[in-house]
């Protein structure tokens, strides 16, 4: 079971950062964390990903828990194009292309 | 990453009709995923289709109803038969994101069935 879990819904303010929490408290050793959102009207878009480090890109940070139990999606300063569902998905088969198994997300409102 | 073109973006089909939607990727991929995404709800996988091989479908989803093509390693298409108003969803295709470590998403085809 791959499964993950996220709060419904939250909300930030502008410019303010931002933490989206995920549970995967069954996750093995060679499962992946992967995160996505998808904007309104489109199709999910990659932001991250890790294995047992923390990770950061251009978009946003992901910190992994020393016992990989729980995960964060930091969005350091949150503008109004970030107000999309997001999705924290674990991958099986100890690669980062496993297979994908979205859940229900995240629905993020960011407010001016 | 890939860049994919996905058509038609929208489609308005009478029931019992089929629609195929064309997935084009501008580079070599080996895999192909196609995903559906009912009215508020979140994507689930319908096959998996690799070039030469048939399309390994999900639990759910049969080859009658949802039949791909992968005729080369650009292309794939997704046919969804005898459609009823249960079937008006999204349709999305996607590939590995070469080297990011993710996957590249198309637009999506919005089908409404009537």
């Known amino acids: 079971d791959a499964k993950t879990t996220q709060p419904n819904s939250m909300e930030s303010n502008e410019e303010e950062p931002v933490h989206l929490p995920c549970n995967h408290s069954?996750?093995?050793?060679?499962?992946?964390i992967h995160w996505y959102r998808q904007l309104p009207s489109q199709g999910p878009e990659y932001v991250i990903h890790g294995l047992t480090s923390n990770v950061n890109n251009r978009m946003a940070s992901l910190a992994i828990a020393e016992d990989r139990k729980s995960s964060t999606l930091i969005l350091h300063r949150a503008t109004l194009r970030d107000a999309a569902v997001y999705y924290c998905?674990?991958?099986?088969?100890?690669?980062?292309?496993?297979?994908?198994?979205f859940g229900q997300g995240t629905i993020l409102t960011v407010h001016p | 990453s890939a860049v994919i073109s996905q058509k038609p973006s929208r489609d308005i089909c009478q029931r019992g009709t089929s629609l195929t939607i064309q997935c084009q990727v501008d580079s070599q991929v080996t895999m192909m995923f196609w995903y559906r995404q009912q009215p508020g709800q979140s994507l689930t996988l319908i096959a998996t289709?690799?070039?030469?091989?048939?399309?390994?479908?999900e639990s759910g989803f049969v080859i009658d109803k949802f039949p791909i093509s992968r005729p080369n390693l650009t292309f794939s298409t997704l046919t969804v038969s005898n459609m009823s108003p249960e079937d008006s969803s999204i349709y999305l295709c996607?590939?590995?994101?070469?080297?990011?470590?993710?996957?590249?998403f198309g637009s999506g085809t919005r089908l409404t069935v009537v």
């Open positions: 996607s590939v590995p994101g070469q080297g990011k470590g993710g996957y590249t």
């Open positions: 069954t996750i093995s050793g060679t499962d992946y």
């Open positions: 289709a690799n070039q030469g091989s048939e399309a390994t479908y």
């Open positions: 998905i674990r991958t099986k088969g100890g690669t980062s292309y496993g297979k994908l198994t």
